[in-house]
C-alpha cells in the first residue's frame, strides 16, 4: 500500500487534549509499553474521526497491525465518550441560556436496503437518528444516543427534563403537542397572516441550530458511517466531548 503524508484540520490543542486524556488512561490501568505513544495514539484516532481515514489506512500510515488500530481507536472513542455531558449536565448549562434549539440529523450509514428499520424515508438513506442542544447561538450543549427512529427522541428524557427546567426551546414539527415550552411552527397549508409571520420568525431562530449541525458534519466519519450501529452513540459523544473541550479551553 502507498504512504503519503496527510495533514488534518484540527488545532494541536485538539491533539493535545486527546494525548492527555490517554496518558492518564494508560496511567490508570498500568500499560508498561505500547506500539505507539499516547500522543501518536491521538493522532490516529483523530485521523479516523476527522478524516475518516479508515483501518487499513492507519494501519499502513502508521505501520502497525488492523487489530492493532482497532483496539486504539476503540479506547479512545470510549474514553472520550464518557467524558460528554449528560443530560443533567447539559441542563445546568442551560439554565444558563435564554433559550436552547432542539434539532436532529440523519447520520447516513452503510446499510443494505433489507435492514429498513434504518432507512429514512425522507433522506432516502439508511441512517440513525441524532437528536441536539444547542444554545442560541448554535454552541453544542448536548447529543442524545443514535436511535433508528425519529419517534424513539423521546426516550431520552429531553422532553421531561425541558419541562423540569422551565426552559424555552425552539424545536421542528415532530415535536408538535410535546410540551407547552416547546415551540413548533404552525402546520399547514393556508395558514393565516399571524401563522406565517410566527413561522418566518421560528425559523430564524432555528437555522442558528444549523451551525451546529455542520459542526458534527466538520468529522468525515460521520457523514458515512460504516460500523456497527451499537457504535454510533459513542461516536458522536466522543466527537461532543472533543467540540466541548477544545471551544471551553
Known amino acids: 500500500m502507498l504512504v503519503y503524508p496527510s495533514a488534518i484540520d484540527l488545532s494541536t490543542r485538539t491533539l493535545r487534549y486527546l494525548a ?15 506500539r505507539l505513544t499516547a500522543g501518536r495514539q491521538a493522532l490516529l484516532a483523530l485521523a479516523h474521526l476527522r478524516c475518516g481515514d479508515t483501518y487499513a489506512q492507519l494501519a499502513a500510515g502508521f505501520g502497525i497491525g488492523l487489530a492493532t488500530v482497532y483496539r486504539y481507536v476503540r479506547e479512545a472513542i470510549d474514553l472520550l465518550a ?3 455531558p449528560t443530560l443533567d449536565e447539559a441542563m445546568v448549562t ?5 433559550y436552547v434549539i432542539l434539532d436532529g440529523t440523519v447520520l447516513p450509514i452503510d446499510r443494505i436496503a433489507a435492514d429498513r428499520p434504518y432507512y ?6 439508511h441512517g440513525m437518528n441524532v437528536q441536539v442542544l444547542t444554545d442560541p447561538f ?6 442524545s444516543h443514535a436511535t433508528h427512529d425519529l419517534t424513539a427522541a423521546g426516550e431520552h428524557g429531553i422532553i421531561n427534563a425541558l419541562v423540569e427546567a422551565d426552559l424555552k426551546c425552539w424545536a421542528d414539527k415532530a415535536y408538535q403537542g410535546a410540551a407547552r415550552n416547546v415551540r413548533v411552527p404552525f ?6 397572516r399571524w401563522q406565517r409571520r410566527h413561522n418566518t420568525t421560528h425559523a430564524k431562530i432555528r437555522c442558528v441550530g444549523e451551525q451546529a449541525m455542520a459542526a458534527l458534519k466538520g468529522w468525515r466519519l460521520l457523514r458515512k458511517l460504516r460500523c456497527s450501529t451499537h ?6 459523544k466522543a466527537v461532543l466531548a472533543l467540540h466541548l473541550a477544545v471551544a471551553s479551553g
Not at 21 to 33: D, H, M, Y
Not at 120 to 125: A, E, Q
Open 20 to 34: 492527555r486524556q490517554l496518558a492518564s488512561r494508560r496511567q490508570e490501568i498500568g500499560t508498561r509499553w505500547r
Open 82 to 84: 464518557g467524558l460528554a
Open 94 to 98: 442551560a439554565r444558563s441560556k435564554a
Open 120 to 125: 429514512s424515508g425522507k433522506k432516502r438513506h
Open 138 to 143: 448554535g454552541r453544542l450543549l448536548w447529543a
Open 187 to 192: 402546520k399547514g397549508r393556508r395558514l393565516k
Open 231 to 236: 457504535r454510533i452513540t459513542a461516536i458522536v
